[in-house]
Each structure stands twice: as C-alpha cells, then as structure tokens.
C-alpha cells in the first residue's frame, strides 16, 4: 500500500465547479505539501501545512491530523486550473531526517 | 530572480555514456535536492544537500553521484547510464531555519528529460 494515496486520480469538471481533490497518508507526519504541476511540466508548490487550513485565491488547503487526510480545494474553477495536483508528505521522524513522500497526483481538466 | 534553473532541458544518452545535470539556484537557499518522475509515479527524491559540501542519500540514489562545492551549484552525475535512468529530473531548493528539513516551500526548476537508449 502506498503511503500516500490521493484521489481522483483524475477529475473532469465544468467551467465554476467547486473541486475537491483527497490526499491520504498512512505515516505519521509534521508537514503536507500540495503542488501543481502545469501541462508544460513545471512544479509549483501550493501549500505547506502542518494543522488546520489555509487559503490563497480560489484555493483552499485542510488537514486533519487525526484521520490521516488532506484536501484541496478550488472553488470557482476555471480552465486554467487544468494541472496536475499532487500531495506530498514529511515523515515525523524527528531531528533532520526524514524526506518528501510523493502521492502520484490528480490530473484536473477544467472544461469552458 | 531567476530561481532554479536546469540544464539541459532534453538530453538522449546510449548505454553507458555518462553526463552531468546542472542545477543552480540563486536565492540564497541552504537546502537543495533532485528529484525523478517516472510516467505514472510520484516523485522520488535522488540526494539531497543541507549546505555546501553537505550531500545525504534519498531514496533512489544507486547509479547516481551528487556533489555541493558552492550554495548555489548542485549538479547530479549519472555514470554509465542505464534505460531505467529513463526520466524526468527536477531539481528544487528550499530554505530551512530550523533542523527538520523537508517542511518548507520547495521551489523547483523546470526539469530535464532524459532518454536512455
């Protein structure tokens, strides 16, 4: 099982849909990233939390520590929301250890 | 600022030929890494360095050798090079107050595709 599952892994939505896309983790962890990643393949990072939620424009990240879970949401959706949303996570190992464990995205297409 | 920045950006390479990916940064930042996407997989992440002359093994570092002689400079060597080097390489940096590396905002170069055949 991997240990960073996300879901859809793909996701058709119409032009002002409200999108929700799922990351969940079976490690314990002290940080969640979200990134996109455009057509053209570069990476941008989105989000980086460790409790609660967060909000930048249309997009809106939560967590809940306790059920192992993330979401990401976009309201308002618009063609170029179209992108590969991929979560990662940051094992609570302690000290500096520990690296990025990739889900393998959600690939969004936004209709006009 | 130009951020990250990565060359080449395509690159087809023969068995066992062997060659070098560049990667600079020019924000300062103490911690970089390198990373590979293969077509249906999440990131894994290659090596990564703390600070000049500090370079520490991720996940999938067999078949690859990374250096750190400058902040800036990061450049990942891939000797006698094989098909399942076959990927897409990111490199990315990020800047970390604290010890705990891998919880701040990772900024990412726009990737180099490599073939091996």
């Known amino acids: 099982k991997n240990e960073v599952e996300q879901s859809p892994q793909n996701l058709t939505a119409q032009e002002g849909e409200f999108i929700t896309i799922n990351c969940s983790y079976s490690?314990?962890?002290?940080?969640l990233h979200w990134l996109q990643q455009h057509p053209g393949g570069g990476i941008v990072s989105l989000f980086m939390l460790s409790s609660g939620k967060k909000k930048h424009g249309r997009l809106i990240a939560t967590i809940n520590i306790q059920e192992k879970h993330s979401s990401l949401h976009i309201t308002a959706s618009h063609p170029r929301d179209s992108a590969v949303y991929i979560c990662a996570v940051r094992g609570d190992y302690g000290g500096s250890q520990g690296n990025l464990i990739f889900g393998k995205g959600t690939k969004l297409s936004v209709k006009p | 600022n130009a951020g990250v920045t990565q060359t080449p950006k395509f690159r087809i390479l023969k068995i066992g030929q062997s060659m070098t990916l560049q990667c600079t940064q020019d924000?300062?930042?103490?911690?970089m890494y390198w990373y590979r996407q293969d077509p249906g997989m999440g990131l894994k992440l290659i090596y990564y360095s703390v600070g000049a002359g500090i370079t520490d093994k991720g996940e999938v570092p067999n078949g690859y050798n990374v250096s750190r002689s400058t902040t800036e400079d990061f450049p990942l060597r891939l000797e006698l090079a094989a098909p399942s080097q076959t990927s897409v390489y990111f490199c990315?940096?990020?800047?970390?107050?604290?010890?705990?590396?891998?919880?701040?905002?990772?900024?990412f170069g726009p990737g180099t595709r490599l073939t091996v055949l």
């Open positions: 924000m300062n930042h103490n911690y």
């Open positions: 490690v314990g962890i002290s940080a």
């Open positions: 990315a940096s990020s800047y970390t107050r604290l010890a705990g590396g891998f919880t701040d905002t990772q900024y």
